[in-house]
Structures are given as structure tokens and as C-alpha cells.
């Protein structure tokens, strides 16, 4: 049988380095997808097999417990040159392409087999979702499109996988660029900015899974705890603020100190979220410290968010500044009423 060879293994290895992935331990997120499809097609074994040189290395598997095959002769090695299709393959035995091969005829003894080719946002194909089972089987149209569903899903993982890991670098070069608040340990406005904007690329290229918000915070009433308390008061009060508003976020939202008694947030927010909805939730933690705190004032806030349109090509320091318009509005609401 002749070896299957890319002629983008170069572009493919430098994926891999991105992804950080390979002979990384396993993980739920993508066991669980694996898991998932093996269960719709009602097959003991899938894996999630990623390119890496000459061997194929499965991230992901259910029922089997190898860690990786060689790629020449592997089934996936064929699944790959059509990486537009799903290759399917009722019955290896019956099938002039695989009935001698060595993971029919040996252990493995397989018979039926599926694998969607797995692709990045490049369109290389690194590896591929496959199932496989020791009995023939039929693959219905309905499997086959959730089969394809996972893998997209798989792929989209590994983006954000990427992203992360260009964040958590940002994140380093942010110390060493002192884009702190040395007050809260908060990024500064310029930190946050360089963060968002990593943020606002992946939404605008459709390859972040989020809507993306962006909220500001006023403290309301520092300048009256700092005269009747002290600065010292007033210092806590801020420390408090940010501790307060980061109790509500998610792991992947930003928080950054913009001002004396302003804050900035980027939120990730399903689709369906609203304003009203992501609001709510820090006011409610404010309101909560409010009743258990015992301080002779109370840590009150105002509050502007907005929506990042993925459409729109407004920069990020023009959405904080509609962001603290509503704020501004809201608070002229407040006076008004």
C-alpha cells in the first residue's frame, strides 16, 4: 500500500503549535463530544485524531486504549485526501480499498468505520472525528449530519483554544509593560484595550461563539465617602468595587480600572442575553454587600452597557465611550426621576 503523503505539513505543524494540543492530557470538553458521538451512531469506539508528523494521535476516545496509530495505512490517512467529505465504509471486509488492511485483518478488526476530516479556520485539514465498530453497519443521513456537527464543533474548540492561549500571552506582556491599576491589581484602560481588542477580532472574523458587551461602571458618590471617611475609605470602597464586579464574571470577561471610580467590562454572553439581564447581575451583588456590609454608606453604582456589533467596524475605544455615555444617560435618568 503507498504512503499518503500532505504537501502541508508545514502549515499543519504550525497549527499544532498554536492549538498547543498535542500529548496534552485529556480534557472534558472534548471528551464529551467524542462520547456524544459514539452514542449517536450507536458504535463502541470514537476518537478525535489529530495529525502530528507520521503518527495519529487521538486527543479524544471512547473504547479503546491506545493513545496513537501510525498515520501510513490508517484509516483516517484515507478519510483526509477528500477533506470535504465524510468517508463511510459499511463493511471494510467488502471494500476493495481496506479488506486486507492491517486494522481489518488484525486487533482492531474493523468493519464499519466513519471519519469527518477535521479543518481549521485555514482550511488545513489536521485530523478527524471517526467511529468505528467490530460489526457492519449503515450510516444514516441524520448520524452522518451530527457527525459532521461534532467535528465542526471540535474545530471551533481548538480556535478558541488558540485564542486563549494569544490571551494568556497578552496577559504576560501586560506585566511587563505595567498595564495595571496599581490600586486593584486591575488592568489599566490601556490593558484593557489591548486585550478587547483581541476579543473584537475573533468576533468580527466569526470565530468566537459569544456575543460581546461592553460595560462601564461609575462608583456614585466616591468624592463624598473620601471627604466624610478619608481617602483611605475611599480607597477601600474602590478596592471593593472591583472585587464586587469580578464576583459576577466569567473567566474569559475583562475587568479593567478606567478611572478614579470608573470601571470598564468585556463580557461574553450567550446568544440571547440582554442588557437588562447582564446589568442586573452586578447591581444584585452590590445590593447584596449593601445589606451585609455595616458601613456607615452605602457602595452604590451606576451603570452603561452596550452591544459590540460583529457587523460594525467602530473601534474599542469608541464603544467604552458609548459605553460611559450610558452611563451618563442613566444617571441623568436617575437625577430626573
Same mark, same amino acid.
Given at each position: 500500500?503507498?504512503?499518503? =503523503? &500532505? ?16 500529548? +496534552? ?11 456524544? !458521538?459514539?452514542?449517536? =451512531?450507536?458504535?463502541?469506539?470514537? @476518537? ?11 486527543? /479524544? ?12 495505512? &490508517?484509516?483516517?490517512?484515507? %478519510? ?11 463493511? %471494510? ?43 457492519? $453497519? ?7 449530519? %451530527? @457527525?459532521? !456537527?461534532?467535528?465542526?464543533?471540535? +474545530?471551533?474548540?481548538?480556535? @478558541?483554544?488558540? !485564542?486563549?492561549? +494569544? ?8 506585566? @511587563? ?9 486591575? $488592568? ?16 468580527? /472574523? ?7 458587551? =461592553? ?34 464574571? %466569567? ?13 470598564? =467590562? ?12 447582564? +446589568? ?41 465611550? $458609548? ?15
Amino acid at each position: 500500500m503507498p504512503t499518503l =503523503v &500532505s504537501d502541508i505539513q508545514g502549515e499543519r505543524r504550525d497549527a499544532m503549535a498554536r492549538y498547543d494540543i498535542i500529548d +496534552s492530557p485529556a480534557e472534558r470538553e472534548y471528551d464529551d463530544l467524542v462520547g456524544l !458521538a459514539a452514542k449517536i =451512531v450507536g458504535v463502541p469506539v470514537a @476518537l478525535f485524531a489529530l495529525i502530528d508528523g507520521e503518527r495519529m494521535w487521538f486527543k /479524544s476516545k471512547v473504547g479503546v486504549d491506545v493513545c496513537e496509530i501510525p498515520r501510513h495505512g &490508517s484509516f483516517c490517512s484515507y %478519510a483526509i485526501l477528500r477533506p470535504d467529505e465524510t468517508l463511510v465504509v459499511p463493511d %471494510a471486509t467488502q471494500d476493495a480499498r481496506f479488506y486486507q488492511n492491517e486494522y481489518v485483518t488484525g486487533d482492531f478488526g474493523i468493519r464499519f468505520y466513519a471519519g469527518v476530516p477535521i479543518r481549521n479556520r485555514d482550511r488545513i485539514t489536521i485530523g478527524t472525528l471517526c467511529v468505528f465498530d467490530q460489526q457492519p $453497519h449503515e450510516l444514516t443521513e441524520d448520524q452522518q449530519q %451530527a @457527525l459532521e !456537527a461534532i467535528a465542526r464543533q471540535l +474545530s471551533l474548540r481548538l480556535e @478558541l483554544r488558540a !485564542a486563549l492561549t +494569544s490571551l494568556r500571552s497578552a496577559q504576560k506582556d501586560l506585566k @511587563l509593560r505595567e498595564l495595571t491599576d496599581e490600586a486593584t491589581g486591575l $488592568h489599566n484602560i490601556d490593558g484593557f484595550a489591548l486585550l478587547a481588542e483581541k476579543q473584537l477580532m475573533l468576533l468580527r /472574523s466569526e470565530r468566537l461563539a459569544k456575543q460581546l458587551w =461592553v460595560m462601564a461602571v461609575d462608583i456614585d458618590g466616591l468624592k463624598s465617602i473620601n471627604e466624610q471617611f478619608g481617602r483611605d475609605e475611599g480607597t477601600r470602597a474602590v478596592k471593593k468595587t472591583a472585587e464586587i464586579i469580578e464576583s459576577t464574571l %466569567a473567566d474569559r470577561d475583562i475587568l479593567a480600572r478606567s478611572g478614579g471610580d470608573e470601571f470598564v =467590562v468585556l463580557l461574553h454572553a450567550d446568544e440571547g442575553a440582554t442588557a437588562d439581564e447582564l +446589568s442586573q447581575r452586578v447591581r444584585g451583588a452590590f445590593e447584596y454587600y449593601n445589606s451585609k456590609a455595616r458601613k456607615p454608606y452605602l457602595l452604590n453604582i451606576s451603570i452603561g452597557i452596550v452591544k459590540v456589533d460583529s457587523a460594525d467596524r467602530t473601534t474599542i475605544e469608541q464603544i467604552i465611550e $458609548h459605553a460611559y455615555y450610558a452611563v451618563s444617560h442613566t444617571k441623568h435618568l436617575s437625577k430626573g426621576s
